[in-house]
Structures are given as C-alpha cells and as structure tokens.
C-alpha cells in the first residue's frame, strides 16, 4: 500500500493506506482521532468536517489521495481544555448543543469562515453553517456562539 | 399541580427501587455517585439531576459523579421517554438526598453529641455548635444506605434552594466541544472487531439466497454470519466491513416486499384499513344547544423520521453464555427483556450499558442495532462486535413516526359559538417499543430463523398520556364532545415513538380549526382561546406570549401571524407559541416566540434549549419532513431526498419561562411541538388566506389549498 504524507493538527503524518480510502476512515480507524464524526457518508450532513488547506470540508467521502501533502485540522486541532479556541470558550459560554454529536463538524465549519472573514455578519455564519446538519435545533445558540468567538477574537 | 397528600407516598420511581444506595453513594475521594436509571440523549437531564442531587445533599455540584444507567447496577426506571425524566428521575432523587442527607445528620449528632436540629451541611461538611464538624465521608461506614427509602422525608423549600431553579452549565457539554470520547460511536473497546448488516431496499423483503464468495475474500473479513433471513459480516476494520457488505449485497437474492400504501393518498390508506376503536373521552352537554352548521375538517400529518445525526450504534461481547451489551437505548432495562427473549437467554445473563448517542427524538434504531451487534457477537469469540447502520437504513428501516388523518365535526350555533365537538384519529399505533410484550419488537428477529412476527404498533394507555390521542381531549371549556381513536392493525410501514406521539397532529388539528372558528365570528383568536378556558395556568402562558410577541402586530402585507397552545399530553408542560412568518407561495418563519410552564424549571436555560430546540424542530417536521415512498420502497434515504431545516431557514426563537418553583417539575422536550406546528399554519392563514389542512406545509400544498378555495 502507498505511502500518504500530511499534516494533521500540526503534526506531520505519514500513513500506508489505499489512496481511495476516505480520510475520515484512516482518521477515526487507523489514527484514533475520533472528533469528526461519520453522519452520512455522502458529504451531506457535516458531522465529519475537518479543515483541509483552511477550507471546512467533508472528509467522509474524501480519499487519501486528495490528502497528500495537504494541511489537514480536526476538532482536536482547534484547541484544549487548557487552551481553548475561541469558538470552544464561546460554545460553552452559550451552553450551544444539545447532544452535540454535529458540533465537531460545526466548530470546523466555524473555524474556517472565522479564518477567512474575522468579523462576519449573523447572515454569513449562517451560510457558512447551511452544509451543517442539526436535528437538535440549537441552530440559533451555535450562530450566537460563533458571533460571540468573534467578538471576542476582535477585541482580545 | 399536587396538594400536599394525607399519606405521604414514595415518587414513583423510588416506589419501584427503594434501596437508597442503588441511587446516590459516598465515595472514599471525596464524591458523590448519583445514580439515575434514566439517560442523557441530549437534553441535559444528567446535570439537571446532578443539580437536584447537590442541592439536597449541600454538596457542590463538581463533587456529583453522575453513574450512566446499566442493567448491573442502577435503578430500573423504564425508558427515558415522555419527558418524564425531571419528573421521574428528579422527584426520586430529591426524595433520596433529602432521606440520605437526614439519615447522616442523625449519624452527625450521635457522634458530636448535638442535636441534629443545630447540624448544618455545607458542601459535605456537617458542622454544628462549638466548632463540632464531621463529612459525610468520614460517617459514610456508620450509615448504610443499603434500606429502603421511606415515605417521610422532606426535601428542602423551593425558596432555599441553591442549585435547581439556576441556569447551571451543563456537565457533558466541554467532552462534546473539546471532542474527549463520549459517544459510544467513538469508544475503542479493546480487540473491537466491526459489524455491518444486509438488509433489503425492498420493504418487507426477505432474504431467501446468498452467495458468500465474494465478501469472504474481502481482505480484513474475520466472518460472515448467517440466520435465516439475518446476514452480516463481521471484519476487523470498518472499511473492511463496508466492502465485504457491499461483496455480500450483490450475492443476496430477496423474496418479493410488501406492498406499501399511496404516499399522495395517506388518508385514503388510513381510513380503509381494519382499526382497533376506542372512545378515549366524552362530554355531555348539559344544556342541549341546537346546532345551525357543522364544520367538518380533516387533517392529516405524513410518517416522520427520528433521523438522527448519528446512525445507530451498538457494541456486545459474549462471554460463554454471558453477554455485555453498550447501547444508546433509551431503556436499558427494556432492551434487556428483548434480547432475553430472542437469545432464549435468563435476563441475569446480559448486561446492557448505556452510552450516549446522538439526539434520538423518540424510538430510532438504538435497540435495532443493539440485537445486531449482539448476533454478529455470536462468531467473535470473546472480543466485541461494533455494529453502526448506514445512513440508508437509519432513513429506512428504523421505526417512524406514524401518519396520521384526523377529522374534527364542529357543531356551530346560529353565532359560531361551539356547542357540539367530534374529532376522530385514524393512525397507526404510536409506540412499538422493544421490553413490554412476550414478542420481541427489535428488527433482526423478524428476520432470523427463528423468527417473530413484525410488531403492530399500539397505543399506551391514557394514564401514560395515550399515543394517537394524545392531546386529542380538548383542553378548552367545550360544552360537549366525543373523541375516538382508531388505531390501525395493519403496519406496511413500521411505526413506533416519535416525540409527542400524537400530540403533534391533534394540537395542529384542534388549534387549526379553533383558529378558523374565531375567524368566522371575527374574533381575535387569543381572546377567543382564552374564553374557553379556566385553568389559570393555560392562561397564563397564553397571555405571556401575546405580551411578548405584542400581539397583535399590526398587518403587513406577506407577513402573516398565527398563535398555537396545548399543554403537553393534557396534564405536563403548558406552551403557548406565536409564529410570524413571511410568504407567497414559499413559506418562511422568521420568528417564533414561546411561553412555557414546567412548573419548577430545575434549569432555566436547558429548559430554553429544549424549548428552542423542539420548536425549531417542529418548524423542520411542518415545511420540509415527509417519509416518502413508492409502492414498493422506502425512497427517502438520504438528506437529499429527506430535507430538514437548514441554518439560514432556522427562525428566532424567542422564549419565556413562567417560573413556578412551589410546583413539581415536568419536562420540556415535547411541550413545544403541537403549539408550533398550529401556529405557523395559522400564520399561513393570517398571510394568504388560506387553510393548509396536511403537513408538511409546502410550495405544493399552499397551491392545492389556494385550488380548492378559489
């Protein structure tokens, strides 16, 4: 099996694996990093989000070969307990879940809009977050967290 | 609301697990195990637990390790369902703190020598007089907790409680934002071995042949199992058992399905099938008013789907003739029971351990899942089998919420005025739950060898909140009427809970058409509502929202304003909503603004979040959700072709709580839903002047109701 070279979360990775094997399947398989979420296989829930090159996308129907040598960050990159991302303090500030299986797929989604637009208004977080599936309804406290992480970001 | 009772009695489900030890325990480190039998799916019912638990005991909150449920160990509290967990759970728990936290203070002053009356509890610490103090840790090994709870205790007065009655922040929620393993999707048990399931695109196919060669060349594949018409294939990777399913799929032949109704004509099927009838209440007019017109109305809601975020997922373990179990059932207990029957197995044998999922929303594919990992398990030896759906079969073959047609005959005095109510629920049951029946009512034992028949979903009883009547007794002062259901013995397309059961349907159907009856009086509807009503609870939140939505706002043209109440299975939480929406032909809600009573709101902002939350679901279930089918498939099995709101759709969601904390708790999770569901068809109404009379409420039917008007 090929070789596969990328970086995950800051780290450089070199994995074996089937150049059309998903990367959602060698993340949460091979390499135990389970923050992206497999939803629906289809690339049309969000559950499985991670940032590639900055950019939220769908890793659940993404194979290896798309991954070579690019900058691949998953939930788990974001940031810690200790050091939280912004996005993950605003989170819990606006208690913005219920069972939170779909957040790990958002706060990516989140995190790459923040990237490219800091300061964005309510209308485009909620574009950057239509790919986001959430059967909850906590639709509204997760905007309101990402304007928050915003906020925050811009003032600190 | 409760009067204080002559004979105190146990909660509930205190009454059913007495022990005291089997709900809350010291431990030597300084904590609190609390130990409900209910489940957290996301509504944040463990913390809210955990603050009932640390306001009883004065202990602080971050002392309070809270058990997830498991058939060795915690209390058998049924299922987590019927927003019943605040209510059940909560109630229990109060009553132990509160016998537990006497119990230790009797201790205390036995060995200080003070008299209990003068001991004060603060997080643990027991203190008294003369600078006395002991914990309860160190008198943990003098009280034992293994006696059962009795009758007298006395929780604390809602006025000098610390704990519930606050906003405090949910304990689960930093695992779920820093991404620390929670859900059993990502729990790496040792030696985990994967599971994926045949199953038919055909409904009601059988699988009669199958050629294996292919999938046991699948590189990876540790087995195939087979059991009549049960197949799956167990591997040591999930992509080694994705391909040996798909190697497996293209060796099955199936027997021909069964055939499925006319997904246009969903009354038409409802209507024609044999029916079980019950008259669920009646009213007697005391005074005969002579009727100068009926109104006779019919409504109908499609088959909705749970469809969860997550597919379903289970992991088991055999161990000889032991088995473990890790599921996000909704009752561990019942899932217990099925699986007992279907292994032929004594209950004492399994395990069954809860571990969270994703939001559920009713009776998914949780217990499906779980008799499939179990039955994989079978060729695993002694490493477990994880078993997750794909997201086809969670669209298709997990129970849904059943279809509904309902007719309501209104008799209208010469002035409009109500004087004769008739109103008839044709439905499938609403509950087809795995644990309470001697047949199991989990999908794989329709399938193996030895199989059972497929359950026909029923109804629960009235006392529980009923299951295609809920909420179908008119909560208003009518003089008179006759409510009947008609459950369908017939199940083509397999229902079982989805949240509020009925509720939905019925609150959309008596609010739409009392909607229509205040308009032909051209009375404004929430005086309207408020004229026929006296409990003074009702009428509160009714008041509260028409304050805050300030109603009623002034007319715009393409903008349209409805209200909706109901209060939950007629005896829960009371919610009153009010829709603006804006439309032509495409319908959007931009707001929604909701008054609720829980009685005490143990905590305000989870009660908020449900609130919010089942709104907002509710708006996605009334313009987007409908199981579609042809005559012989299930054909929604995906995203695409089972839409649900989307960010830039989601309204704003305004809400108020009125606080009541002299009042037992009830939950929130389903007050929301029926109130919702009728307001925005009343906006509908408000802004183009037409009644759309069957969910979903979309493009389409918007243009048949402006058909049938002009």
Redesign the interface.
Same mark, same amino acid.
């Given at each position: 099996m090929p070789t596969i070279q990328f970086q995950l979360n800051g780290a450089a990775m070199t994995v074996e694996a !089937?150049p059309d $094997? %998903?990367l959602l !399947?060698v993340l /949460?398989?091979r390499l135990?990093v389970?923050?992206p &979420?497999?939803?629906?296989?289809?690339g049309?829930?969000g559950?499985c989000h991670v940032m590639v090159d900055g950019r939220a996308m769908a890793s659940c129907d993404m194979p290896m070969w798309s991954v070579v040598d690019k900058v691949v960050v %998953?939930?788990?990159g974001l940031? %810690?307990?200790e050091q939280?991302h912004p996005l993950?303090r605003a989170?819990?500030s606006e $208690?913005a =879940? $219920?069972?939170?299986?779909?957040?790990?797929g958002i *706060?990516i989604s989140a995190a790459a809009l923040l990237k490219r637009n800091p300061s964005p208004t309510e209308?485009e977080? /909620?574009?950057a *977050?239509?790919r986001? *599936?959430? /059967?909850?309804?906590? &639709?509204?406290? =997760?905007?309101r967290a990402v304007l928050r992480a915003a906020a925050e970001t811009a003032t600190s | 609301m409760t009067m204080p009772s002559p004979v105190p009695k146990l909660p509930v489900s205190l009454a059913a697990n007495p022990k005291l030890s089997s709900w809350v325990r010291f431990s030597c480190e300084g904590g609190v195990a609390i130990s409900p039998g209910k489940v957290e799916i996301g509504q944040g019912i463990v913390t809210a637990l955990a603050q009932i638990a640390a306001d009883e005991l004065d202990v602080d909150i971050g002392r309070i390790e809270l058990i997830r449920a498991s058939t060795a160990a915690s209390p058998n509290e049924g299922v987590t369902s019927g927003s019943l967990s605040v209510q059940q759970s909560g109630r229990a728990l109060r009553h132990v703190c509160a016998e537990v936290r006497q119990r230790f203070l009797a201790a205390a002053s036995e060995r200080l020598g003070v008299d209990a009356a003068l001991l004060d509890v603060d997080d643990g610490t027991i203190s008294g007089p003369g600078n006395v103090r002991t914990s309860y840790w160190e008198l943990a090994g003098d009280v034992s907790l293994d006696r059962d709870a009795t009758a007298g205790a006395v929780a604390k007065p809602a006025a000098t409680r610390g704990v519930a009655g606050h906003s405090v922040q949910r304990v689960d929620i930093p695992d779920k934002v820093f991404a620390r393993p929670r859900f059993i999707h990502d729990c790496a048990l040792p030696d985990l071995v994967h599971g994926r399931v045949l199953r038919p695109n055909l409904s009601g196919a059988r699988l009669i042949a199958l050629d294996e060669t292919a999938a046991r060349a699948v590189p990876g594949v540790v087995a195939i199992v087979r059991d009549g018409g049960f197949a799956g294939v167990v591997a040591d990777s999930e992509a080694a058992a994705e391909a040996a399913l798909k190697a497996l799929r293209k060796g099955a032949t199936w027997s021909g399905g069964e055939p499925l109704p006319d997904e246009d004509d969903l009354a038409g099927f409802l209507k024609s099938q044999p029916v079980e009838t019950t008259v669920i209440d009646t009213r007697a007019a005391a005074t005969t008013k002579r009727a100068a017109r009926t109104l006779r109305r019919q409504y109908t809601r499609p088959y909705i789907a749970h469809a969860s975020i997550a597919p379903s997922c289970a992991m088991a373990r055999w161990d000889g003739d032991r088995l473990h179990v890790w599921t996000h059932s909704q009752g561990v207990y019942l899932l217990r029971a099925d699986l007992a029957i279907v292994l032929k197995l004594p209950a004492e044998n399994i395990v069954v351990e809860h571990m969270e999922g994703a939001g559920c929303y009713g009776h998914n594919a949780a217990d499906d899942v779980a008799l499939d990992a179990v039955l994989l398990a079978k060729v695993a030896g002694d490493r477990p089998v994880r078993v997750q759906w794909s997201r086809h079969d969670e669209m298709s073959h997990a129970p849904f919420g059943a279809a509904m047609a309902i007719e309501i005959e209104a008799e209208l005095d010469a002035d409009s005025e109500i004087v004769g109510w008739r109103h008839a629920i044709w439905s499938n049951g609403h509950a087809a739950r795995p644990g309470r029946a001697a047949q199991p009512a989990l999908l794989a034992a329709t399938e193996i060898a030895n199989r059972y028949p497929r359950m026909i979903s029923t109804n629960p009883p009235a006392a529980n909140g009923g299951g295609g009547d809920r909420n179908s007794v008119p909560l208003y002062d009518l003089p008179a009427w006759t409510v009947m259901s008609h459950r369908l013995l017939t199940m083509p397309v397999r229902t079982s809970a989805l949240r509020t059961l009925g509720g939905q349907g019925n609150v959309f159907a008596i609010e739409s058409l009392l909607d229509e009856i205040a308009a032909l009086r051209g009375e404004d509807p929430i005086t309207f509502r408020l004229r026929h009503l006296q409990d003074e609870r009702a009428k509160d939140v009714i008041r509260a929202v028409a304050r805050r939505a300030q109603w009623k706002p002034q007319k715009r043209t393409g903008i349209g304003h409805g209200v909706g109440f109901a209060r939950y299975k007629n005896t829960g939480a009371y919610c009153a909503a009010i829709a603006e929406i804006e439309g032509t032909d495409d319908i959007r809600v931009r707001r929604l603004t909701l008054a609720v009573d829980v009685g005490e709101a143990i905590n305000p902002d989870g009660v908020i979040n449900q609130i919010e939350g089942g709104a907002i679901q509710a708006t996605s279930w009334v313009l987007k959700e409908r199981v579609r089918f042809d005559r012989s498939r299930i054909t929604s099995t995906s995203w695409t072709d089972y839409p649900i709101l989307t960010f830039s759709e989601v309204p704003a969601v305004d809400v108020e709580i009125i606080q009541r904390p002299e009042i037992e708790p009830v939950g929130a999770g389903e007050a929301a839903h029926g109130p919702v569901t009728a307001a925005i068809a009343n906006a509908v109404y408000d802004c183009l002047g037409v009644r759309v009379r069957d969910l979903p409420i979309t493009r389409d039917k918007i243009i048949a109701a402006m058909e049938l008007a002009s």
């Open positions: !089937d $094997q %998903t !399947d /949460r398989g135990g389970t923050g &979420h497999f939803g629906c296989g289809a049309e829930c559950a %998953t939930v788990e940031g %810690t307990a939280p993950q989170f819990v $208690q =879940m $219920q069972c939170g299986y779909c957040v790990s *706060l209308t977080v /909620r574009a *977050l239509d986001n *599936l959430c /059967r909850c309804g906590s &639709h509204n406290r =997760m905007v | -």
